[in-house]
């Protein structure tokens, strides 16, 4: 299994609302992260977890929360969003030792819209 | 913060041609990714490079890694509809322990 499962894969959310974004891996990698992507950008850093500890969080706004219950769930909770948060959130995961930190393997994302 | 600057940022060409893109940054890396993204999709791992000078072949697609780790090319020969995506390279820092994106390019293949 060397897939990064993400859901949902489309959100439409108000500013009010409360949502979580889910990604699940079985490769058995140790380190997984949190990345933003607007429309013909590169991905940008949010978040990466270390063996379940969040060792980088790139100035994220609060309305962002991590969450690593375990080491093949990754989780982000929304609320209040703004309507500049609209934007494909990728998750990824590596090994995390080593040259194989350095390959991530990157889920389809969630398509988020914030109304 | 380390910057990668790819070139060309949109390319349109016609199947059969061959192309080059480039990935350029004035921080040296100890390895060098490139990734393809289709939209509405994650990027996918086409190859890493690690040692200067390196160069890598997976069927139409050659990589080179600059001597001082600094640059890499993605060369594509007899282009397909199929190539067609945008290309990321992505170079990870050791000490910051962070892979960094370049800007991107566009490929569109014509039939």
């Known amino acids: 299994d060397t897939e990064v499962t993400q859901t949902p894969k489309h959100l439409v959310m108000g500013m009010t609302n409360k949502k979580s974004l889910k990604c699940e891996q079985h490769?058995?990698?140790?380190?997984m992260y949190w990345y933003k992507q607007k429309a013909k950008k590169p991905p940008e850093l949010m978040f990466v977890?270390?063996?379940?500890?969040?060792?980088i969080n790139e100035s994220v706004p609060s309305r962002f929360s991590p969450e690593c219950p375990n080491s093949s769930l990754l989780n982000l909770h929304l609320h209040a969003l703004q309507p500049e948060d609209s934007a494909l959130y990728l998750c990824?995961?590596?090994?995390?030792?080593?040259?194989?930190?350095?390959?991530?393997?990157f889920g389809s994302g969630t398509q988020l819209s914030v109304l | 913060t380390q910057l990668l600057e790819q070139s060309p940022q949109f390319l349109s060409i016609q199947e059969g041609e061959n192309l080059t893109v480039y990935c350029n940054s004035s921080?040296?890396?100890?390895?060098l990714q490139w990734y393809r993204q289709e939209p509405g999709e994650g990027p996918v791992l086409l190859v890493t490079?690690?040692?200067?000078?390196e160069v890598k072949k997976l069927k139409r697609l050659t990589f080179q890694f600059g001597d001082a780790r600094k640059d890499s090319s993605l060369h594509i020969t007899a282009a397909q509809p199929g190539d067609t995506g945008l290309y990321l390279c992505?170079?990870?820092?050791?000490?910051?322990?962070?892979?960094?994106f370049g800007s991107g390019t566009q490929l569109t293949v014509l039939p």
């Open positions: 990824a995961s590596s090994q995390d030792r080593g040259r194989e930190r350095e390959k991530l393997f």
């Open positions: 490769m058995g990698h140790r380190a």
């Open positions: 977890y270390s063996y379940e500890k969040l060792s």
């Open positions: 921080s040296v890396f100890s390895s």
């Open positions: 490079v690690v040692t200067g000078g």
């Open positions: 992505a170079g990870y820092s050791g000490s910051a322990r962070q892979l960094t």
